[in-house]
Nanobody, 122 residues
C-alpha cells in the first residue's frame, strides 16, 4: 500500500487543521493506520491510531483535542486536530499495517507515507 499525507500548514495556537492520509494499491479497509509526529531533536512518537475495526487510541498529550477517523470508501484516514498548541509543531507521518490491531511499536508499522509539516505559533 502507498500512503500520501497532506493537510499540514501553519496556524496560530487554538486553531485547527485536518490531516489526510490517502492510500492506494491495496484493500485499505484491512489496514490499521496510525499518525506519528516528529519534532526537531525528538523521537518520532505515536499520536493516534485506528484499527481496521475502527478502534482507536491516542497519545495522552492529544486526547480530547485530536480525532482520528477513516473513510474506507475514499481510502483515506483523517486526523482532525483542534485546540492546537505550539508543542504540536512537528512533521506528521501516517503509517499503515495489515491487520486488526492497534500497534504502538513503531517497528510494527510496515508502510509509511511522506511527512506533512504542522507549525503552530503562539
Amino acid at each position: 500500500v502507498q500512503l500520501q499525507a497532506s493537510g499540514g500548514g501553519s496556524v496560530k495556537a487554538g486553531g485547527s487543521l485536518r490531516l489526510s492520509c490517502a492510500a492506494s494499491g491495496s484493500t485499505f479497509s484491512n489496514y490499521a493506520v496510525g499518525w506519528y509526529r516528529q519534532a526537531p531533536g525528538k523521537q518520532r512518537e505515536l499520536v493516534a491510531a485506528i484499527s481496521s475495526g475502527r478502534n482507536t487510541n491516542y497519545a495522552d498529550s492529544v486526547k480530547g483535542r485530536f480525532t482520528i477517523s477513516r473513510d474506507n470508501a475514499k481510502n483515506t484516514v483523517y486526523l482532525q486536530m483542534n485546540s492546537l498548541k505550539p508543542e504540536d509543531t512537528a512533521i506528521y507521518y501516517c503509517a499503515a499495517q495489515l491487520g486488526g490491531g492497534l500497534y504502538t511499536d513503531r517497528s510494527a508499522w510496515g508502510y509509511w507515507g511522506q511527512g506533512t509539516q504542522v507549525t503552530v505559533s503562539s
